[in-house]
């Protein structure tokens, strides 16, 4: 299945073309000749059609002076199109200016309302615009192997204001005639204002609306870029007015734009002057990628105005006894940004490799590469990508798939790892989180990095650490975690329980999810001998990805298990999910204790209070999300435990 890009106007939609086809609007003088009025806007339909909207900072100039480059390069006006400002350039070295993150080879359309004599570019186009009063203009454009591109304003005369931009990204499915090839993308040298040469490939041959035009007799030319080397036989071009004139041209191909030759030559003759449907153009097979129609005016005036164009030849594309599937793509990775996944991976070696799609809940996307960016999708959501390879007859291979939850950028007050603060480890994973895949698609990292991620991140000022049952653990252990570790003298240190010393460690908290068993313990104190192991593990007991509302307080670990020999104790207290506590546990003279804290760090309550446990004398702190009471049947489960945390400290400072 091929993807193309279509503009169209705001009239019925006839049909679509497959591929994906990226599109080049240059904007000239406008002619009063072949003009269209201003209300034939031009928007983005289809049938089958995935949008993506880019988010571009502050597109209305509402919140002033920020997010458009320097503000001594421009100034706010009041007067704007749909709110009460808009951005105003009035010097020759004024510009507003953004950068904005975009997928790969992949075609955008901005959209900006304009007033005044200025130019708008983006991703290496432009289009310059002259109007009295704030009109909207576009610029479509491929983002090729950039991951941003920059949004530029510039004046060319007088004030120039700038408003209300939009940025999307389109793909529409569409059936392409047998034998035809199809452009991935087409450009000319000039067009008159809203007659652009993607209007040539839209499908609309009966809309006369919806054309290239440029005027002048020499010097005009639009070109169509196959993406490789292709074996073409004939071109197919509806003429504007074509059964009122003949229009003058030559059909020139060639590897390279700078090297054609011509293989039709209408200069002189002209198109036949009898019809405005697609008139054929035969000549020998050649084997090119550009295809480049020059033209020099008709018999009645300058103008040069072509409808639509169709490419046909032997495209070795479109093989259709081809049944044999390509291979899967491999290595596949997912990377999580704000509101957006990065995806790569390893492309199959298949000769007839098309393109590769990728599916999701929201939308699908198709690459011609080995990685794409998927924005403006929903920050904290679990998405699950299904990858598959598509060769150039239609054969879908089998499919990978790759979970990935996006997140937003840290507030002001920091990362979770600066909220946390030195002297901790975090025990976490490497890899790409793949639910229901061997392990979810991670290795355990017993001193894993404390970017932003998925298992450990920043949520409303605290750390937030996150974990599913079917993560990999560390060795005999068979319950997952995202959890710190004390770092006492610089690395996996203890500290003596049985001393006058009190070992004390104070920690706000939110438990906000539970995993399937409804367990997980928030704090610990663990000892170095198995003999010990937890010494004492606070947890919280409930229901199964319960979320809200009452939960058990429970005391496990030695001081329960062995030393009063019972299955954990329940603590009288009102424990609440996604309901921030303080507290605070310590220990000394082999006595354990846990407290209820004020806000002020003060202790109100003892909520529990061991006897002394024995020679416990090799301890450290853990704090974070580690599940209980995981089993086979949870491996696959998309049920996580999540824990929120912040004013971490110990003492004595180790």
């Known amino acids: 299945m091929k993807k193309t890009l279509i503009i169209r106007k705001e009239i019925p939609l006839l049909f679509s073309i497959s591929a994906f086809i990226l599109i080049l609007f240059i904007s000239v003088t406008s002619c009063t000749n072949e003009q269209i009025s201003d209300e034939l806007l031009e928007t983005i339909k289809g049938d089958s059609?995935?949008?993506?909207?880019?988010?571009?900072?502050?597109?209305?100039?509402?919140?002033?002076?920020?997010?458009?480059?320097?503000?001594?390069?421009?100034?706010?006006?009041?007067?704007g199109k749909s709110g009460s400002k808009s951005g105003k350039v009035s010097s020759s070295s004024g510009t507003i200016e953004q950068t904005v993150d975009v997928s790969r080879n992949t075609d955008y359309v901005l959209k900006a309302w304009v007033k005044g004599n200025g130019e708008l570019s983006v991703g290496g186009q432009s289009n310059d615009f002259d109007t009295d009063d704030f009109e909207e203009v576009f610029i479509t454009f491929n983002s090729g192997s950039s991951s941003s591109v920059t949004i530029l304003g510039t004046r060319i005369s007088g004030d120039v204001r700038f408003d209300d931009f939009s940025l999307n990204s389109t793909l529409i499915d569409g059936p392409a005639a047998p034998?035809?090839?199809?452009?991935?993308?087409?450009?000319?040298?000039?067009?008159?204002?809203?007659?652009?040469?993607?209007?040539?490939?839209?499908?609309?041959?009966?809309?006369?609306?919806?054309?290239?035009?440029?005027?002048?007799?020499?010097?005009?030319?639009?070109?169509?870029?196959?993406?490789?080397?292709?074996?073409?036989?004939?071109?197919?071009?509806?003429?504007?007015?074509?059964?009122?004139?003949?229009?003058?041209f030559k059909i020139r191909v060639g590897n390279s734009t700078s090297s054609l030759?011509?293989?039709?030559?209408?200069?002189?003759?002209?198109?036949?002057?009898?019809?405005?449907?697609?008139?054929?153009?035969?000549?020998?097979?050649?084997?090119?990628?550009?295809v480049r129609i020059s033209s020099f005016g008709n018999s009645k005036n300058s103008w040069n105005s072509i409808i639509e164009t169709e490419i046909y030849g032997n495209d070795e594309d479109s093989d259709e006894d081809d049944t044999t599937p390509p291979g899967s793509v491999s290595e596949l990775n997912a990377v999580a940004g704000n509101n957006s996944v990065a995806l790569n991976w390893n492309n199959p070696r298949d000769s007839d490799l098309n393109n590769v799609r990728i599916t999701y809940d929201g939308g699908e996307v198709t690459s011609f590469g080995e990685s794409v960016t998927i924005n403006n999708l929903i920050?904290?959501?679990?998405?699950?990508?299904?990858?598959?390879?598509?060769?150039?007859?239609?054969?879908?291979?089998?499919?990978?798939?790759?979970?990935a939850i996006p997140h937003g950028p840290p507030p002001p007050g920091g990362t979770a790892a600066s909220i946390i603060g030195p002297g901790w480890k975090l025990n976490g994973f490497t890899g790409s989180l793949n639910i229901g895949s061997n392990d979810n698609g991670l290795d355990y990292a017993d001193n894993a990095s404390k970017n932003e991620s998925h298992f450990f991140f920043e949520k409303d000022g605290f750390a937030a650490f996150k974990c599913y049952p079917g993560n990999p653990t560390s060795g005999g252990s068979s319950n997952?975690?995202?959890?710190?570790?004390?770092?006492?003298?610089?690395?996996?240190?203890?500290?003596n329980g049985n001393t006058n010393t009190e070992h004390s460690m104070k920690w706000k908290f939110k438990v906000e999810n539970l995993p399937p068993s409804g367990k997980l313990a928030f704090g610990q104190i663990h000892e170095k001998d198995d003999f010990y192991d937890d010494v004492i593990r606070v947890q919280v007991q409930g229901d199964a990805g319960q979320s809200s509302g009452t939960v058990d307080l429970r005391i496990l670990g030695y001081v329960t298990e062995k030393v009063e020999d019972r299955e954990g104790r329940t603590i009288d207290f009102d424990m609440q999910?996604?309901?921030?506590?303080?507290?605070?546990?310590?220990?000394?003279?082999?006595?354990?204790?846990?407290?209820?804290?004020?806000?002020?760090g003060?202790?109100?309550e003892e909520l529990f209070q061991s006897i002394d446990i024995g020679n416990a004398n090799e301890n450290y702190f853990k704090a974070g999300c580690y599940l209980q009471s995981t089993n086979s049947s949870h491996e696959s489960s998309d049920v996580y435990g999540q824990v929120l945390i912040k004013d971490l400290e110990v003492s004595p400072d180790n």
């Not at 011509?262 to 050649?286: N, P, R, Y």
């Not at 679990?382 to 291979?397: Q, R």
């Not at 710190?484 to 690395?491: A, H, P, Q």
Request: glycine content about 10%; hydrophobic content about 30%; proline content about 3%.
């Open 261 to 290: 030759t011509t293989v039709f030559d209408a200069k002189t003759i002209g198109s036949s002057g009898i019809t405005e449907g697609l008139e054929t153009f035969d000549f020998e097979d050649v084997d090119v990628r550009y």
């Open 379 to 403: 920050n904290g959501t679990n998405y699950t990508f299904t990858v598959v390879a598509i060769d150039n007859s239609g054969n879908v291979s089998a499919s990978k798939v790759i979970n």
């Open 49 to 79: 059609e995935v949008r993506i909207s880019i988010p571009i900072q502050n597109p209305g100039f509402e919140l002033g002076e920020v997010n458009w480059g320097d503000p001594d390069n421009y100034a706010i006006s009041s007067e």
């Open 480 to 495: 997952s975690r995202s959890e710190l570790r004390e770092v006492i003298n610089g690395g996996d240190g203890y500290w």
């Open 577 to 600: 999910l996604d309901t921030e506590y303080y507290f605070e546990l310590t220990m000394s003279n082999g006595i354990v204790t846990l407290y209820d804290l004020d806000n002020n």
């Open 179 to 248: 034998g035809q090839i199809i452009p991935i993308s087409v450009s000319a040298n000039g067009n008159q204002t809203g007659y652009g040469p993607e209007n040539t490939v839209d499908g609309e041959i009966e809309n006369t609306e919806s054309r290239w035009s440029s005027n002048g007799y020499t010097g005009k030319y639009i070109t169509y870029d196959l993406g490789t080397i292709k074996t073409i036989s004939s071109v197919k071009i509806a003429w504007f007015k074509g059964d009122e004139r003949e229009a003058y």
């Open 602 to 604: 003060n202790r109100v």
